[in-house]
């Protein structure tokens, strides 16, 4: 059967709305998912969706597909994705679809996949998926499945506002959903936590209306730094599309990235963990595997994917990682998966437990001027190769190059990076080094070698 092979993706199931993902597609991505989990004896599937506009027709061909197959759907709604993670774990039920496209804009829709491993199904296991369908060998049953609707709502908060308890420290706590799925949830779970909450970007809206639903490009997020010193709140907290992010501001409205971020919470917690080996993933700045070293870890740097991640965290069994653009694994007193509102809950028992500002809580990080990630369009037939080109003419050039996941390629004084994306057909590029000007001039450098590589 037929069925666009680029939407099956390096960790997720992802495409344009209607002409990628529809109804048709839909189905059959639920038919043969459910069939796969059938011949593990699985009898129950959850799904879940965000609030993105396309949801339910999605929602609808996926349920249909599964049913057909003879196994039940447990449909929990809308809901964020580390919900679904969440129901895993709370209904003792294994095989879940969470029907979002994260931070992709408006008029994408996708499946976020977890069979019978511990997290989300990624590289081979998904392209294994579309072989599948493209048999169309799918299990069949006289009795469709049924459909039962539950809410976990009141369960995942109660999970959260019980497992995080703040100080004393009253904060003022800014929130940004990017009107996202999260805007449902977020004022609850933090007004439950004890804080004072002012809102942006906090109603329910799939169109996204008031900016892209990605707070790790500081450019959506420039009223957001405004609202934060306006409203004198301590720290700003935004979130991506699905809530499975979290980007922190500080006090000042000045925004911290997810290795920043890494860089703190390591800090509170290499005390319990001496020696602790920390992954980061090659976007993250050179401060932070400086910090680590200094106190104590052993940083190592790792490829971009919350799917990968995830599969290193259960392996080696790691207490905590980050990526930069902000998702955050907790494995300490968490359950090592990406959680946006677990993640902010954390950072504001640090910053309720002391009197320091949240700018200062990173005093004595290095610093070092970074550009924001640059997205180069291609397509997905050509990324890989043109990254394997420029490599290959960086090492001709006698560059150093980390190559766990692209290229991060070291320069005299700093270093620029270029990798395929993982969701859409896109390079991604960035560079850091101690001035912005050579930032800028490392990004004209691998610019032209691209030019060059097309």
């Not at 959903?177 to 809206?205: H, P, Q, R, W, Y």
């Not at 700018?359 to 890989?384: H, M, Q």
Request: net charge negative; charged share 30%; glycine share 8%.
């Amino acid at each position: 059967m037929e069925i666009p092979k680029n939407i099956f993706r390096g960790y997720d199931i992802r495409g344009i709305y209607p002409t990628e993902l529809n109804y048709e597609n839909a189905k059959l991505i639920g038919q043969a998912f459910a069939s796969l989990m059938k011949k593990e004896g699985q009898t129950k599937i959850i799904v879940g969706h965000d609030n993105r506009k396309s949801y339910e027709e999605l929602d609808k061909g996926l349920t249909e597909g599964i049913i057909s197959t003879g196994l039940d759907v447990v449909d929990i709604g809308f809901c964020m994705t580390p919900m679904t993670y969440f129901a895993r774990i709370l209904l003792d039920i294994k095989p879940s679809v969470m029907i979002t496209a994260s931070h992709n804009p408006k008029e994408y829709n996708g499946f976020k996949i977890c069979g019978m491993g511990t997290d989300s199904i990624y590289g081979e296991e998904i392209q294994d998926l579309r072989r599948f369908i493209e048999k169309g060998e799918f299990e069949t049953s006289e009795v469709p499945g049924k459909v039962n609707e539950i809410s976990i709502r009141d369960e995942y908060i109660k999970y959260i506002v019980d497992k995080v308890k703040l100080g004393d420290r009253k904060l003022r706590v800014a929130l940004d959903c990017g009107n996202g799925v999260g805007s449902l949830f977020a004022k609850e779970i933090f007004d439950k936590l004890g804080v004072e909450t002012f809102t942006m970007c906090c109603e329910s809206d799939g169109d996204f209306p008031i900016h892209h639903p990605d707070p790790s490009q500081e450019k959506n997020m420039l009223e957001f730094e405004k609202f934060v010193v306006e409203n004198k709140c301590d720290i700003g907290l935004g979130f991506d599309g699905d809530a499975d992010r979290v980007i922190c501001f500080d006090e000042n409205g000045r925004i911290i990235f997810g290795d920043e971020y890494m860089a703190i919470i390591w800090r509170d917690i290499i005390h319990k963990y001496p020696g602790a080996k920390a992954i980061m993933d090659v976007k993250s700045t050179q401060a932070l595997y400086e910090e680590i070293e200094k106190l104590g870890g052993v940083p190592e740097f790792c490829k971009v994917g919350n799917s990968l991640i995830k599969a290193q965290i259960r392996k080696e069994n790691l207490v905590f990682a980050g990526e930069y653009v902000g998702h955050i694994y907790f494995n300490d007193e968490h359950y090592g998966y990406d959680d946006a509102m677990y993640a902010g809950a954390r950072m504001l028992r640090i910053l309720s437990n002391t009197d320091k500002k949240m700018s200062e809580l990173s005093d004595g990080f290095a610093r070092y001027a970074s550009t924001p990630e640059i997205l180069v369009k291609v397509t997905d037939e050509t990324k890989n190769i043109i990254v394997e080109n420029v490599k290959k003419k960086f090492i001709e050039e006698g560059r150093k190059v980390i190559d766990v996941d692209g290229a991060r390629v070291v320069f005299e004084d700093g270093w620029g990076l270029i990798r395929a994306s993982n969701t859409g057909p896109n390079l991604t590029i960035k560079a850091e080094s101690k001035t912005i000007e050579k930032s800028n001039e490392i990004i004209d450098i691998i610019k032209k070698h691209i030019d060059d590589a097309m």
